[in-house]
């Protein structure tokens, strides 16, 4: 079992809001809001843990931060919610307590995760969301991009982490059109089942799905997900 109270220190230890959008199970989920006094652009969104056995995205979510971010705040401001599926994180599970997958429950609200997520962002539109997940089968990386205005940039974002480690040879078999080598497109056959398409529906112009190979040492995935990240933000 893996210690949800050690997220929920690192989280209280921040420097920013924290806000408590809910609980499940008596897990918390949190949100915090990152953003300089000056400037209120519109925010981005960042989301790990969604299936819970997938922990580098609720790492990377916690290093971004936990990092210095002074230059990025001068241009950006990030709505983060680190961990949206504490009890599988916990046990390990992809599925919450209850079996469901979360990330296919979003044109749904009677899954406790999904109306929490869904309540935190409902006022909400962001230019950019980044879901951060993994892939027990790969031996590399690859991401799914969702761009409303189809002005693709995912070629690029995994040319930019391949020094980190290599893309990922196989298609993942989720039916998503291929832009490129371990560059998928969001399906629009998916509907708004999934966060990312859900939010690229109603709440964002533009969605990425980063994948790392849980495999790789948790160092690499991490630094993988910021890198897309950081690879992102460099085109807006
Ligand atoms: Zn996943």
Redesign the pocket.
Known sequence: MRNYVDIASRVKNLNGPVELIGTVHDYPIYQIRLASSAAAPVPILLTGG??GD?PAGVAATLQFLERDNTELLKRFTFVVIPCINPYGYVHGT?ENREGVDI?RAFDTMDVPEVAIVKKAIAQTQFSLAIDF??DYDATGFYLYEGKRDEAYIGVELADAVKTIGPIDADDPGEEAPEIAAGVYKVATEWGTQGLAPYLLHFHSEHVIIT?TPTIWPLEQRVALHLGILDGTLAFC
Do not use: L
């Open positions: 969604v299936h997938e992809r990330n997940h993994e994948e």
